[in-house]
């Protein structure tokens, strides 16, 4: 008996539906009905003669069977768009959270643009796990936390510096001298990373007491606009507030020191070679590397 013939269109369904666990977020993908992808999950199944998805009040799960059609599915698929995007190359996709491109990435960009005029870039803005092929992504700044997506070179740059940091009038009015003087300040946090403060602690000087948190914010872009406006003392990368130090919009009172975590940058495998990637890379590295070296000089541990 031989292998039987399937629809294309069919694989593509089943694929979408198990990686969402969803026949409608499948239905949104492709465009098409949430009854259509049903039909087309059932007719794959019919076709190889066993069930593919379990059906639930949530949506759909695979069934080991379905698990492993839908992983080499994936696999095909993200291999087919790859050489698609290397015969036919668009825009370069940078994707970073949004604070990093607030702070960091938008202040800078004038001038790789100016440098590099023929570089079209677009922008994915996101602090969680990434989907290189879906998202079409082709360089992304994350940390040595995040577990790296498939199909990716990881490059490591450097240590992720971190400190407390608030508005001058802030450090004046509380005479905040000592570490021991945090307990009369509000230490305010991101809760996109609620152990900010104590991953400080441990590798500022594990020996200061205990840290009470006051009040938590979505955002680390609005973790620092609440420092700015004198709302408390913030724990924050460096790299995200190295401007403000610089104009003097706050301060560092006790410098910064390598956190637990490194920057990396990720580059789509069957991207390293272009010459756009090649030059993204280059300069997002250098710009690194230079703000740590002026920082460490700057504003290093007092």
Not at 15 to 20: L, Q, V
Not at 163 to 192: H, K, M, N, W
Not at 241 to 254: I, K, R, Y
């Amino acid at each position: 008996m031989g292998t039987p013939r399937v629809s294309l269109n069919a694989l593509r369904a089943f694929e979408a539906t198990a990686r969402h666990r969803s026949f409608t977020a499948a239905a949104d993908e492709l465009a098409v009905t949430h009854g259509a992808v049903s039909r087309q999950v059932r007719m794959l199944e019919e076709t190889f003669g066993m069930l593919l998805l379990r059906r639930t009040a949530q949506g759909a799960e695979p069934t080991p069977e379905g698990q492993r059609l839908a992983e080499g599915l994936k696999r095909g698929f993200d291999e087919i768009q790859g050489t698609i995007e290397q015969l036919t190359p668009g825009p370069l996709t940078l994707a970073c959270s949004t604070s990093i491109m607030m702070y960091w990435v938008l202040p800078r960009l004038s001038v790789f643009q100016q440098q590099n005029p023929d570089v079209s870039l677009q922008y994915h803005m996101s602090s969680g796990p990434l989907d290189f092929t879906h998202n079409k992504i082709s360089v992304a700044i994350r940390l040595s936390s995040q577990e790296p997506a498939r199909d990716v070179v990881c490059m490591d740059i450097c240590s992720e510096w971190v400190g407390p940091v608030c508005s001058p009038e802030y450090l004046r009015t509380l005479q905040i001298r000592t570490t021991a003087d945090l307990r009369r300040a509000r230490l305010i946090y991101s809760r996109t990373r609620e152990h900010a403060w104590s991953e400080w602690k441990q590798c500022h000087d594990p020996a200061i007491g205990e840290l009470v948190l006051d009040e938590g914010f979505p955002h680390f872009y609005l973790l620092i606009q609440a420092a700015r406006c004198g709302l408390g003392i913030a724990n924050v990368p460096r790299m995200l507030v190295q401007d403000d130090l610089n104009s003097g919009t706050l301060v560092a009172p006790f410098g910064f020191v390598p956190g637990p975590n490194r920057l990396t940058i990720w580059v789509a495998s069957h991207l390293t070679e272009r010459s756009e990637t090649k030059r993204l890379v280059s300069w997002l590295t250098d710009e690194i590397l230079k703000d740590e070296k002026h920082s460490r000089l700057s504003f290093g541990p007092a």
